[in-house]
């Protein structure tokens, strides 16, 4: 079972649109959570941290639930600017080099259309 | 602009031949950069972890004497792919860590370069 895992999409949306992202991750222990962007042949550029209250930043609400180990991001009013691809992230000790590392999974594709 | 800067962005090499990808960190001292590497539709896979003026650990599968990490000081990380093969074309890609202040979460404090694409012919 891969570490984080997501759907890889594409998910093809119009303008307005509404759109949700779900992600799952195996390990209990993980620490920290992320909803990364990643443009074509870019970095990986983060969007936001997701908290298990839930949080919210303009347009994009993120969800935590650590008993399900289910991590969600919805987008609200996409615009073509919001074509990218969106990479699930937590933050795991590695018990190899002693570290916190950060694990991504393979990343969910969104394209917005006119 | 960007805070990590990675260079070269692209590069073409021989079969056989090594490369080196330069990671610096622009106006912060990183006391630990991370080495990614992305294959086409894959994730990011952590290759390696570096603390200035240690040696660098490298993941489990990540063959240190092939992917060779100096972390001679707090600006400045390289990764050398020794005898390049095609199937280590890939996206390189850095990233630094500012040293982490009390009650910050670690993924807020890691900045990505802008990555390196390597294609070995």
């Known amino acids: 079972r891969k570490e984080v895992e997501q759907d890889p999409g594409p998910f093809n949306v119009p303008e307005g649109a509404t759109v949700a992202f779900n992600c799952t991750y195996s390990?209990?222990?993980?620490?920290?959570f992320f909803w990364y962007r990643q443009d074509c042949r870019k970095e990986p550029k983060l969007l936001m941290s997701?908290?298990?209250s839930g949080n919210e930043d303009g347009r994009f609400t993120a969800q935590l639930n650590r008993a399900s180990q289910y991590i969600s991001l919805l987008i609200r009013d996409s615009k073509l600017s919001d074509s990218a691809t969106y990479l699930c992230?937590?933050?795991?000790?590695?018990?190899?080099?002693?570290?916190?590392?950060?694990?991504f999974g393979t990343g969910t594709r969104l394209l917005v259309s006119p | 602009g960007a805070v990590v800067s990675q260079h070269p962005s692209r590069v073409i090499c021989k079969s056989g031949t090594s490369v080196k990808i330069e990671c610096r960190s622009l106006d912060f001292q990183a006391t630990t950069m991370f080495w990614y590497r992305q294959f086409p539709k894959k994730s990011l896979m952590l290759m390696a972890t570096?603390?200035?003026?240690?040696?660098?650990?490298?993941e489990q599968g990540v063959e240190k004497d092939k992917f060779l990490i100096n972390h001679a000081s707090l600006t400045l990380s390289t990764l050398t792919v020794t005898s390049a093969h095609p199937e280590d074309s890939s996206f390189y890609i850095c990233?630094?860590?500012?040293?982490?202040?009390?009650?910050?979460?670690?993924?807020?404090?890691?900045?990505f370069g802008e990555g390196s694409w390597l294609t070995v012919v």
């Open positions: 997701v908290y298990s």
């Open positions: 570096s603390n200035e003026g240690s040696k660098a650990t490298y």
């Open positions: 990233s630094a860590r500012v040293q982490d202040k009390p009650g910050w979460r670690t993924g807020n404090t890691i900045y």
């Open positions: 390990n209990s222990a993980s620490q920290s």
């Open positions: 992230v937590v933050s795991d000790y590695s018990m190899n080099t002693g570290f916190q590392k950060l694990v």
